[in-house]
């Protein structure tokens, strides 16, 4: 029984753990940019095709 007790303590160490991350996560700026990653790949061939030579 003693070892339902520690599994729990342990758990709620990893589940606190994971809390403060996202809370940290989203404090600094991490989730507030929401429609530039849908379009990056569209505008990742315009930066290499500026720094090929022109014919």
Partial sequence: MQIVIVLIGASLLVALGFLAAY???????????KYTPSVRILFDENKKAKGTAKK
């Fill in 23 to 33: 809370l940290w996560a989203v404090k600094s700026g991490q989730y507030d940019d």
